[in-house]
């Protein structure tokens, strides 16, 4: 089994930066696709930005050039670099995680993804 922990929401202004962490135990060597998605309040959960086992990396087009996906295999953490916030980023961040291999790159639909965390809240205030 693998565990997937949140951390770095927060409240900002709009224009300022925050970083997620999401930390994996468990048997996070059979992990080889990291995600974040994210739940604004009466909306669908909306798939963010991923990360495969060799850093590639892709992002959803309303968080292009804002937001940086990276991963520290040492710590077995991913983390989702924010600059530039806007209020319409704030939602709950969720972190996700897949042993197998995508259909397809990105790999954006929900029921891809074995493993989730959590979540953090992030709001950004006008």
């Known amino acids: 089994q693998v565990q997937l922990v949140e951390s770095g929401g927060g409240l900002v202004q709009a224009g300022e930066s925050l970083r997620l962490s999401c930390a994996a135990s468990?048997?996070?060597?059979?992990?080889?696709?990291w995600g974040w998605y994210r739940q604004a309040p009466g909306k669908e959960r909306e798939w963010v930005a991923v990360?495969?086992?060799?850093?590639?990396?892709a992002y959803a087009d309303s968080v292009k050039g804002r937001f940086t996906i990276s991963r520290d295999n040492a710590k077995d953490t991913v983390y989702l670099q924010m600059n530039s916030l806007e209020p319409e980023d704030t939602a709950a961040y969720y972190c996700?995680?897949?042993?197998?291999?995508?259909?397809?790159?990105?790999?954006?639909?929900?029921?891809?993804?074995?493993?989730w965390g959590q979540g953090t809240q992030v709001t950004v205030s006008s």
């Open positions: 468990g048997s996070t060597f059979s992990l080889i696709v």
């Open positions: 990360i495969s086992r060799t850093n590639t990396a």
């Open positions: 996700s995680a897949a042993k197998n291999p995508p259909t397809r790159w990105p790999p954006t639909k929900y029921d891809y993804w074995g493993y």
